[in-house]
């Protein structure tokens, strides 16, 4: 069992920064990949980030290559989404999850622990 617990969001002026982290109870958090996801008002779920169990794979989402970057510190059972040059459209509750298997994956539900979500406000 992994419980999930986001952090760092907030309201932040377009082309401005934000650091998410997602802290992970449990003693076998190295053994999960993590992946970040995010929901917007009215839309469906959508993949942003993932990373492997030993951080060594990375895979992103088109719409935020370039800008966003997962990372993880296992010592910490602690993954990362550090956010850059943010757009009014990165607005959205942004989800940690955790899947017991050590690959990259995009489709939400192949995760099995998600946590309760934090709030990415952009303005324009």
Known sequence: Q???VESGGGLVQAGGSLRLSCAASGRTFSSY?????RQAPGKEREFVAAISWTGGSTYYADSVKGRFTISRDNAKNTVYLQMNSLKPEDSAVYYCA??????????GPKYDYWGQGTQVTVSS
Do not use: T, Y
């Not at 017991?100 to 995009?106: N, T, V, Y």
């Open 2 to 4: 992994v419980q999930l």
């Open 33 to 37: 990949a993590m992946g970040w996801f």
């Open 98 to 107: 955790a899947r017991l298997d050590s690959g990259l994956e995009f489709k």
